[in-house]
């Protein structure tokens, strides 16, 4: 079976062993009515994709921000909370990156997936027993080798991939129901936390990670091979292509055409990446992730060691806060096109930061007597969270196409790219954006900010933090500014202009004509 389902039918002759469908495929055959679809997937399909986004995040609820509590039921300090943290988050630079590759490399997302899940779940579980968690060294050394079998991004490559560059922005539509069990969860396990102790969370998480194993062997297809000719039949299906109703047909595909795959363009190289990469607007979005990912760290990971040591709030209260947030990332996440196009990725990372600055300076504002403060404030988290999301994963998939456009340059190499899987680095592109956010920022914001909680205190923590993120708000806007009206692009990478590979039949005659100039 193949896991890369988007190649299904497509024209270069892939083959899968499975009937999942494409939005390629289901455009060019508007005779099947036999299929039902929901956000851009088969029924069937779309049901798992959301199950398995709900179980992930509800299994992490159980761990998640509440590692912070674990430590501190456990008597460590700040410092050393933010040293674990940071451990945690360093070594995935490497192994998701490591995983991303061996993924791609070996078309075997599913196994990939599986072997990480099982040995993190079992390092993971190894923190409840005595052995462990009465020592220090330990506590971290068992932490580190549960990171060393992180892949988080195998999942959003997937679901991207099943997508396809069209539906992209449903993706949105499926990460809600990972912030859903999230917020859910977290309330849940606080209150549970307040009444039964930490060790129930262990339980629950087995059980949910057993169960998403489960699903995951069970329904998800494995990876297979493309082959590499175009039939007249499919050359036929792909000279017609509806777009909002309306049939296109391009003249030059009614010869048929028989095309050898490019080996090179089969399976990428490590050039095309880099020359990604070095953009300057590429290397400007991937700082911006390092700096979001350092300051949600400061969040994420200490937060609940200040509502509870210097606020005196119950862990209910902490878990009833990502409730909060939760409650306004979902419309977010559900209508994403829409805010995408209102305000692009630009407007979308000004939101994100403006709302991060705002609240982290006025978590240094409350006191005990105004704890409760935080559930409000919590509300720009949930703003801050979806907006920065949506962003960084709509140009993880721009990018994996901008790979796939470097390719050849030739005009019918154009038809093919928009026609053929998502380029080679369809796993790495998205993995290496959510480990530079989850493993390097989050390492540096861990590290640093728990080292600055336990020396200066959490309030002066959290200013520093406001006043970095608020000074990164200013440059972008500048930016911003400066690109559109000297440059005429965004600031951010995006689909103008860009090389997404998702021109029409009349973008390629435009191509042919300029050429021919």
Known sequence: MELESNSAGDDNGSTLEVPLLTSNERRRDDSDRSEFFVDGLPYKTSLLIKSLYFLDALGSST???????????????????????????????????????TADKWQSRKSVWLLTKVCSTISLLALALPLIYQSFWRILFASAVAQLFVSDGLLDAYTLDLLGQENKLYYGRYRLYASLSWGVGSMVIGWITDRYGFEPNFILFALLSGLMVFLVA???????????????????????????????????????????EDPVAEEGTLMELVAIIVRPQTLLFLLEVIIMGAAMATVERLLFLYLINDLQASTFICGLSVFVNVLFEL??????????????HDGLMIVAMACFSFRVWGYTLLTPSTKLWILPLEVLHGITFACYWTVATDIAKILVHQTTA?????????????????????????????????AVG???????????????????????????????LVLHILGTFASRVWFGSSFLPSDNGNGDGDESCDDVEDDEDAETE
């Open 442 to 472: 989050s390492s540096l914001g861990s590290v640093l900010g728990g080292w600055a909680m336990h020396k200066y205190g959490s309030r002066r923590m959290y200013t520093i933090m406001a006043s970095i993120v608020f000074g990164a």
């Open 218 to 260: 069970w329904y998800i297809p494995e990876t297979g091979t493309n082959t590499a000719t175009v039939n007249q039949e499919e050359d036929d299906q792909a000279g017609q292509e509806t777009v909002g109703g309306q049939e296109s047909v391009c003249e030059d595909d009614e010869e048929r055409v028989h095309i050898e």
């Open 63 to 101: 761990w998640g921000r509440f590692s912070a509590v674990y430590y501190n039921l456990h008597n460590l300090q700040s410092a050393q909370i933010g040293c674990i943290e940071g451990i945690r988050t360093v070594i995935p630079t490497i192994s998701q990156v490591a995983w991303g590759i």
């Open 331 to 344: 419309p977010i996440f559900l209508y994403a096109s829409q805010f995408m196009a209102l305000l692009g």
């Open 406 to 438: 470097t390719q050849r340059n030739d005009v019918n190499s154009n038809e093919i790219r928009n026609n053929r899987k998502s380029g080679y680095w369809s796993t790495v592109i998205p993995t290496s954006v959510n480990m530079l956010y989850s």
